[in-house]
């Protein structure tokens, strides 16, 4: 069940409208890695989750607030959105070199399509998908993904911090970026503590069907040989790597049959 508090979970209003900042920030609420990501994974995750309590807690509190966060940047974006230009204020942007220049940037979905709201898209129009999201059933690897997104998310926040001088916009992101700090550390402990208790290779239960001669040797497939580096360095499962200087074909040439010939596959 849920429940919605009108009140916003952290203050999201600008000093001022800015129409381009509006679009950018589209990118933290709707990109690959902004807040519906984040809402949907942790969400999708802590449903799936079948193990220790503390851990589907953990996903659906932190999946939770990503609701919220999601409402903060929507109702940012709305207030920078307000005054934006419509065809009668053209006359006033020919004056006005610098203001023609800022609108020039904005989103024209946001009017088109959206009413002078956010919409669930990046900036440039592309629509959030379900693809961005992880829920694997394996709590190690759903872990790690969410380091990562915390992580993305929090470096394209610290690049917006820097794109804007308005301290409205800014002490929101100060906020955003404070709780992307929690939940990398938060998931971060998590997944040490799975690794513990599961091993750090996903998933663990495979490693003696695997074949162990190619499990820890570096091949080189490129010109550099920046990788050899990491020869004889003990990997986080305790092995040492290897180094392969000229990776082999062990494959042999493959001979398949020819199609049907009534696919016309001509094959020469």
Not at 135 to 156: C, I, K, P, Y
Request: glycine share 8%; charged share 25%; aromatic share 8%.
């Amino acid at each position: 069940m849920f429940k919605h508090t009108r009140k916003l979970q952290y203050n999201a209003k600008p000093d001022r409208p800015d129409p381009l900042m509006a679009r950018r920030l589209q990118e933290s609420l709707g990109g690959q890695w902004g807040e519906v990501t984040g809402m949907m994974s942790y969400l999708s995750q802590g449903w799936s989750s079948t193990g220790d309590e503390k851990y589907k807690d953990l996903l659906l509190d932190t999946g939770t607030e990503e609701i919220a966060h999601v409402e903060m940047i929507s109702t940012m974006i709305a207030y920078l959105l307000e005054g934006a230009p419509f065809s009668e204020q053209d006359a006033a942007y020919q004056k006005d070199p610098a203001l023609a220049s800022v609108m020039a940037g904005m989103d024209p979905e946001h009017a088109l399509v959206h009413g002078m709201t956010a919409s669930l898209n990046n900036p440039n129009g592309f629509g959030w998908n379900a693809g961005y999201a992880t829920s694997s059933g394996n709590l190690v690897a759903d872990m790690r993904f969410n380091v990562t997104r915390e992580s993305e998310a929090r470096l394209q926040v610290s690049r917006l911090y820097y794109m804007t001088e308005d301290e409205g916009i800014r002490d929101m992101l100060k906020f955003l970026l404070a709780r992307e700090t929690q939940h990398q550390l938060q998931f971060m402990k998590a997944q040490e503590e799975l690794e513990e208790k599961y091993g750090v290779i996903v998933p663990g239960d495979m490693k003696e069907i695997e074949h162990k001669q190619f499990s820890h040797v570096l091949m080189n497939f490129s010109d550099g040989e920046g990788s050899k580096a990491f020869e004889g360095q003990v990997a986080k499962d305790g092995e040492k790597f290897t180094y392969q200087e000229n990776p082999e074909a062990m494959g042999g040439i493959p001979k398949t049959k020819p199609a049907d010939k009534r696919l016309h596959n001509d094959q020469g």
